[in-house]
T-cell receptor, first 114, second 113 residues
Framework: DSGVTQTPKHLITATGQRVTLRCSPRSGDLSVYWYQQSLDQGLQFLIQYYNGEERAKGNILERFSAQQFPDLHSELNLSSLELGDSALYFC?????????????FGPGTRLTVL | GQQVMQIPQYQHVQEGEDFTTYCNSSTTLSNIQWYKQRPGGHPVFLIQLVKSGEVKKQKRLTFQFGEAKKNSSLHITATQTTDVGTYFCAVFHGSSNTGKLIFGQGTTLQVKP
């Protein structure tokens, strides 16, 4: 157990719909990273927040958005869903010790778009 | 940006055999991290290497960073069924609390008992 929690575990929805994925980082961690894992694209970085502020962005689609709240939990919003958005979505929080940015991944949310 | 290619994509070994996965880049890497993802699980951080020629060991796992910092390897000695999973190399782009991990495609290890 990494200490990072994600809800829900599974989500099944239809094309065109909107969903919200939730993540709580480890106690004390200020950073939240979102990743998408699919068979064809592998593990892809989406976006990072630190203490409520967006800090880094990957190839995140315009239909996707995220935010980090004052209690440090984060939400990833996916809208106008397409079949290709079906994937495993992970969030991670990190601790920096010296040069090492060690990331702790949550159990993931499996999204299925039908 | 820095990208990493990982080979092989799959590896099947008999329990007790050794296993190696390689991570290669066309550009010099500032760091390399290794993660393990068990089937149905999430990536788990194993190690980070930053120095040219660095070698680190964790029990049966040996991690190396090339002299030119363009490649890295993970070697497992005498594999066990508990080693099954996908091993990813990744590069952290950024500094301290700002950045992103760029992952290789992963090597999936199957171990036959």
């Amino acid at each position: 157990d990494s200490g990072v929690t994600q809800t829900p575990k599974h989500l099944i929805t239809a094309t065109g719909q909107r969903v919200t994925l939730r993540c709580s980082p480890r106690s004390g961690d200020l950073s939240v990273y979102w990743y998408q894992q699919s068979l064809d694209q592998g593990l892809q970085f989406l976006i990072q927040y630190y203490n409520g502020e967006e800090r880094a962005k990957g190839n995140i689609l315009e239909r996707f958005s995220a935010q980090q709240f004052p209690d440090l939990h984060s939400e990833l919003n996916l809208s106008s869903l397409e079949l290709g958005d079906s994937a495993l979505y992970f969030c991670a929080s990190s601790v920096v010790v010296g040069y090492v940015n060690e990331q702790f991944f949550g159990p993931g949310t499996r999204l299925t778009v039908l | 940006g820095q990208q990493v290619m990982q080979i092989p994509q799959y590896q099947h070994v008999q329990e007790g055999e050794d296993f190696t996965t390689y991570c290669n880049s066309s550009t010099t890497l500032s760091n390399i991290q290794w993660y393990k993802q068990r089937p149905g699980g999430h990536p788990v951080f194993l190690i980070q290497l930053v120095k040219s020629g660095e070698v680190k060991k964790q029990k049966r796992l040996t991690f190396q960073f090339g002299e030119a910092k363009k490649n890295s390897s993970l070697h497992i000695t005498a594999t066990q069924t508990t080693d099954v999973g996908t091993y990813f190399c990744a590069v952290f782009h950024g500094s301290s609390n700002t950045g992103k991990l760029i992952f290789g495609q992963g090597t999936t290890l199957q171990v036959k008992p």
